[in-house]
């Protein structure tokens, strides 16, 4: 007995739409689970992103996170400086060694560049067909499949996500386009949050850093310390491979280099010639950031290694003292926006220290003057009066005693009061020229009378003028140092006195006198040594007179002009 033909079709056709329904059940079914799936993911993505705080660690998570997600072979993530260009790029995916062997970073240009003229999202098959393509460097892998989204920050664009290559060699999904916009817009917000905790950080380091500098201060560090402290910790916080003082600029606009560390920079010696930044620095007062440094320096130097630089006033109230420079490698980021303010404080704050270090080592050296004076004050007008007086005292006794033992005794005295107040003209003469250093004229005047003078048993006293350590130029001291030597000389051997004076006044022309009580300048006296005294006058311009003074001795006066 056969059964019904339509019975047997129908049955054939009821059991074809249940598999075919079971089927698109079932692959529905896998459709929601890849989308919970893949919803997941983006979930734990978006939680990694903003698991952490620090800036350089969340932007690579960023990046890692985003080539996971739509499973593309390379990422990056470039970015954006004010001016458009990329600053700093992140890149997943290279072999090891490969970076190295490709160059300097993208700057912006080309498919990447497209982005950041037109910041909305951009799916390619081959990006090689692009208008805006323009290929890649040597040593470049290959890539055609590409991916990109903008990442905002506010309303603003910081960077774009760059993907590469989809694993499987098919094509980047709409579905991935969905899910990286929806990456981006939480990297947004993780990196705001890490910015503004950097940012936070690095204001802290750099306010320890200038507690370092005022502690060095305050502690009575030189300038020389101070400077190359600030130049090390400039170093280490703007994360430079050199940095450098210049300080300056002095009439001509020239610099000379006050600290610098880290990597040895190839400067010129002596002063140092401003390039066009230096230049820009010098009439704007504001910071200057260069690709390059060799803008800075009007000089043929060696720049190899190094790259960005940013350039910053030292500034202390209305008056540049200097400038401080930072240098990084010719293949690391450049300088970000938010670490210049940071840098300029810090080098702002420097010199405020410096300046307030140099007012109390002025007014230390004020009180230090001011209490010398008042010694050597007291030393002549109390002192040395005290000593005149007691030696008076004992000449007239001398006159008043015709034993001989007595009247050698009571002499003695007095010579050893004429020593003893030679002594302490010269304590108040060291008084008062103790700070001026080896080259100045007052001390090197003073030490040539003291050595001519030795031993002679006559009492000498120099006196001085004018700003002579002031007016008078190097190149005059060693022929006034000559002809006081002469000078004094000759009254220690021909002048038979007690007394030699030295005078030395600084005005509109520079007059020595070396005057003595002896008898005179005799007529048959050897004329070399005066002859000499009189060439080297002429030659600078003065003259040279010798005569006898009315109440006894000789005086001599030896000038020259001095500059205007």
Do not use: C
Request: aromatic content about 4%.
């Amino acid at each position: 007995m056969s059964g019904d033909p339509g019975s047997s079709v129908s049955g054939m056709l009821s059991g074809l739409r249940l598999d075919e329904l079971l089927g698109e059940v079932q692959e529905r079914l896998g459709r929601i689970v890849a989308t919970r799936d893949r919803t997941q993911s983006l979930l734990d993505s978006v939680l990694a992103v903003a698991s952490g705080l620090e800036l350089e660690t969340t932007l690579r998570r960023i990046v890692q996170s985003a080539v996971d997600l739509v499973d593309a072979r390379y990422g990056a993530l470039g970015v954006l400086a004010p001016d458009g260009s990329i600053s700093r790029f992140i890149d997943i995916g290279l072999e090891p060694g490969v970076r190295e062997t490709l160059g300097p970073p993208p700057t912006g240009k080309g498919l990447l560049g497209q982005l950041i003229i037109d910041p909305e999202p951009l799916r390619l098959a081959d990006l090689a067909r692009h208008p805006s393509s323009v290929g890649f460097p040597p040593n470049h892998p290959p890539m055609r499949s590409f991916l990109g989204v903008p990442v905002r920050v506010r309303e603003s664009v910081y960077g774009n996500l760059y993907m590469t290559e989809k694993l499987g060699g098919g094509e980047f999904t709409a579905d991935d386009e969905v899910v990286l916009q929806a990456l981006a817009a939480a990297a947004g917000i993780a990196v705001q949050n890490a910015d503004l905790f950097e940012q936070s950080r690095q204001r802290g380091q750099w306010l320890e850093a200038l507690g370092e500098v005022r502690a060095d201060v305050l502690g009575g560090a030189d300038e020389p310390e101070v400077l190359q402290l600030v130049a090390v910790r400039t170093l280490e916080l703007s994360r430079s491979v050199a940095s450098l003082i210049l300080l300056g600029p002095d009439e001509d606009g020239r610099y000379e280099v006050g600290a610098s560390a880290g990597a040895p920079l190839d400067l010129p010696d002596g002063g140092i010639a401003a390039g066009s930044a230096l230049v820009e620095l010098a009439e704007s007062r504001n910071p200057v950031l260069a690709t390059t440094p060799s803008s800075l320096i009007d000089h043929s130097w060696t720049t190899r290694g190094l790259g960005p630089v940013v350039a910053v006033p030292m500034r202390a109230a209305e008056r540049v003292i200097g400038v401080l420079v930072a240098f990084r490698g010719e293949s690391e980021d450049q300088y970000q926006p938010t670490e210049v303010p940071l840098v300029t404080s810090f080098a702002q704050q420097a010199s405020l220290a410096l300046e307030v270090a140099g007012k109390n080592r002025a007014q230390r050296q004020l009180d230090v003057l001011a209490d010398r004076d008042r010694i050597a004050r007291d030393l002549h007008d109390l002192v040395i009066q005290r000593l005149f007086a007691t030696g008076l005292k004992l000449q007239s006794t001398l006159r008043r005693t015709s034993e001989p033992e007595v009247r050698e005794r009571i002499g003695q005295a007095v010579e050893e009061l004429d020593q003893t107040v030679r002594e302490i003209r010269t304590s108040i003469f060291d008084l008062h020229t103790a700070d001026q250093g080896d080259g100045g004229l007052r001390r090197s005047l003073l030490d040539t009378v003291h050595e001519s003078t030795a031993d002679s048993g006559l009492s000498v006293s120099v006196r001085t003028s004018g700003a002579v350590d002031t007016l008078v130029p190097p190149e005059l001291l060693p022929h006034v140092v000559a002809a006081a030597r002469e000078g004094v000389s000759n009254a220690v051997r021909h002048s038979g006195g007690r007394t030699i004076t030295v005078t030395l006044e600084a005005g509109s022309e520079l007059v020595l006198q070396i005057a003595d009580d002896g008898a005179g300048i005799p007529d048959d006296v050897a004329r070399s040594g005066l002859r000499n005294l009189a060439d080297r006058a002429e030659e600078l311009g003065g003259g040279l007179e010798v005569h006898r003074r009315p109440g006894g001795g000789t005086r001599l006066s030896w000038r020259v002009p001095l500059p205007r």
